[in-house]
């Protein structure tokens, strides 16, 4: 229905003054008579005699229920009762909404004439309201006459004078009677007659929508921004609130291609890059958000927030190579820029996320990556601000260049340095306990982790070496105290950790059992600790025992699994792919099908360069895994593949 405020038309005034006069006499009347009445007749506690009530007044509507009625009776396509009451009522009560529901049903009733005479009459009392003329061409559609529905839509056009407030309720009446090229013909011709005062963009973009003609709709709201940069927020609002709607990704690439065209056409106009930039951040399309970024910064000579916020938001989405343009950017405009000394620690710290994210890094990256650490150390001194810099650069030393004892000494004067925030010092202490795990120094491994825990019981970070030290446990084969420590963090606040809890939780509690025999599970915790320092080939032998002495055990699955990230690991990308999707044909139903189809899929997207089979692998999780956790980022990377805008 029409959203407008109720307008009583002048023809009945009179009628509802006389009501209103009627009603304060018998108010009136009632106050004196209450005045006399003697007061022990209010003070008695006497129940008032219940009035029974004869059959046909049972179903009677209760007073002031009327309108409830009459809508009833519309809403049941009970237009006949529907009329006589919105007529009762429109006489009491002339407003707009009575008049509405009355004038509908009568036209459903083919009652014409009858709807003609009340609009007229009420065409004669409000002579400028431009509705009753899209009415009464309503009623003659209605009737079998569209050439005179037509003529009397043009005339109301032709009428049209420039008050802002006509043109919205002739607009709005076309709207209602679903006349939506009209209401576009009314806000062009209004905008026309006020002479662009005010455009009516918002007005006509969402009659396109309702059409389902976004590209209109898109030009309209982006001519908004031509009148007035200060509509950016709402033009911004409106499309986000379109595009959660965009289940096909039409609009989107819609939306993309008008942005794009616009930007090239008119490069001076800035609010098509801030718009740009703003749509690709929401579409985490990050190659064309950093083109804006950049043309943003340089042509309002910015300090460069957006570079540093879409640098934090690309290494958050493992997009490094964006991240790591960013602040090489940044670094570019020299010592001066207040970004500089972050720009520098971030473009190191990003460069070491790209590098140890890929199977078996090369040795030459890693050890320009070292240099790079060093150089960074040396330029700015002992500074607390580097503490990610100086844990970065003792991992790589001890897990891929063999420098245990140097990342040790690192690591200990990162966490006595003076100035450090607890949360970093925490940090440092986990990565040294992680090292020392690493060069089998489990005691003093343990003895850290339990520090950051006692520290920091209730944040993500305690959780963390909560987990590192059941896994550690579990590396050493005391699985009751591993199994006991996963269970409780199986409702940790982190996903990843908590989702790591119930996976080690799993594993033992399937395979371990004190009246049965636990070599298999001891084992692979063996070979699992292997791995963990880097000693593949042990690993891998170590696990193949476990068929050699049991033939088939309940953990061959997880053996299957591990294998595969072995083979990952050393680059040994084509075997990795067959083991993944071994465990899943041959058991299809196991905890870890999932995983290992994921794992395939991005195997094939990532290092084997096969597109078909990653998309087929993908959707192949969203068929046969609905449920999955990982069914999310099987969507995106298969909507991706297939070539749709980034989502």
């Known amino acids: 229905m029409n959203s407008e405020k109720y307008i009583k038309p002048t023809c009945h005034l009179s009628r509802v003054t006389c009501h209103a006069s009627r009603a304060t006499h018998h108010v009136l009347q009632l106050f004196l008579l209450l005045l006399f009445v003697p007061a022990y007749t209010f003070s008695q506690e006497i129940k008032p005699e219940t009035i029974q009530l004869l059959p046909f007044q049972q179903d009677a509507p209760k007073p002031g229920n009327e309108e409830q009625l009459a809508l009833q009776f519309y809403q049941n396509q009970d237009y006949e009762n529907a009329a006589e009451l919105f007529e009762k009522l429109y006489d009491l009560k002339p407003s707009l909404n009575n008049y509405q529901y009355l004038l509908y049903s009568l036209v459903e009733i083919k009652e014409y004439g009858k709807a003609e005479r009340l609009i007229k009459k009420c065409q004669r009392a409000e002579s400028d309201a431009p509705r009753y003329a899209v009415d009464l061409g309503y009623v003659s559609y209605r009737s ?22 006509h043109i919205f309720e002739l607009a709005n009446a076309f709207i209602t009677r679903g006349e939506n090229e009209y209401a576009i013909r009314t806000y062009v011709r209004g905008r026309e007659l006020m002479k662009n005062t005010y455009p009516f963009g918002f007005e006509l973009a969402g009659v396109y ?15 908004m921004l031509d009148v007035n940069k200060s509509y950016l927020n709402t033009v911004q609002d ?41 749509y690709s951040i929401q579409q985490k399309d990050f190659d064309l958000a950093l083109i804006q970024a950049k043309a943003l910064d340089r042509r309002f000579m910015e300090n460069g927030d957006k570079l540093i916020s879409l640098a934090n938001l690309a290494v958050a989405n493992e997009k490094y190579d964006v991240a790591i343009e960013c602040y090489q950017y940044i670094v570019s405009k020299g010592t001066g820029s207040s970004y500089y000394r972050l720009g520098r620690r971030e473009l190191a710290n990003t460069r070491y996320l790209k590098i140890i994210s890929e199977p078996s890094p090369p040795k030459n990256q890693l050890d320009i990556l070292e240099k790079e650490f060093n150089d960074e150390l040396a330029y700015f001194g002992e500074d607390p601000e580097n503490i990610s810099v100086i844990r970065n650069l003792a991992h790589i030393k001890a ?47 343990t003895l850290l982790y339990q520090q950051v825990y006692q520290d920091f019981k209730y944040d993500v970070i305690g959780q963390e070496a909560k987990f590192k030290n059941a896994k550690l446990s579990f590396y050493i084969s005391e699985f009751e105290w ?77 053996v299957l699994f591990k294998k595969a ?60 895994y609905p449920g999955s956790i990982f069914v999310p980022d099987a969507r995106k990377k298969f909507r991706l593949l297939r070539g749709d805008a980034p989502l």
Request: net charge negative.
């Open 144 to 165: 079998g006459n569209p050439e005179k529905a037509k003529k009397l839509y043009e005339d109301a056009l032709k009428k049209l004078g420039p008050n802002q407030q």
């Open 209 to 223: 929508e309702r059409m389902g003609d976004f590209k209109n709709a898109t030009e309209e709201y982006l001519n």
């Open 238 to 278: 409106r499309i986000q609130m379109t595009l959660s709607f965009d289940v096909n990704n039409e609009k989107n690439e819609i939306l993309r291609k008008t942005l794009l065209s616009r930007a090239q056409k008119n490069p001076d106009n800035t609010n098509y890059a801030e718009l740009l930039w703003w």
């Open 399 to 445: 897990f891929y260049l063999g420098k245990t004892n140097e990342s040790i000494d690192l690591l200990n004067q990162a966490v006595e340095m003076v100035g450090v925030p607890p949360v970093e010092k925490a940090k440092c202490k986990i990565e040294l306990g992680d090292i020392l795990l690493f060069t089998d120094d489990v005691w003093e491994a």
């Open 482 to 558: 591993a199994k006991a420590q996963a269970d409780i963090l199986k409702a940790a606040t982190s996903k990843f950790i908590s989702n790591d809890a119930i996976a080690l939780s799993l594993l033992i509690g399937e395979n371990y059992d004190l009246d049965s025999n636990t070599v298999g599970l001891g084992i692979y915790a063996r070979a699992d600790m292997l791995d963990y320092r880097n000693e593949e080939e042990k690993a891998l032998m170590t696990l193949d025992s476990i068929s050699l002495l049991f033939g088939y055990h309940p953990i061959m699955q997880h």
């Open 565 to 624: 990230e072995i083979f990952r690991k050393q680059g040994r990308f084509s075997l990795a792919d067959s083991l993944f999707l071994q465990l899943v044909r041959e058991s299809p139903d196991d905890i870890l099908a999932d995983e290992a189809l994921m794992q395939a899929a991005l195997l094939n997207e990532k290092q084997l360069k096969n597109r078909e089979k990653a998309m087929s692998l993908f959707q192949e999780i969203l068929d046969k």
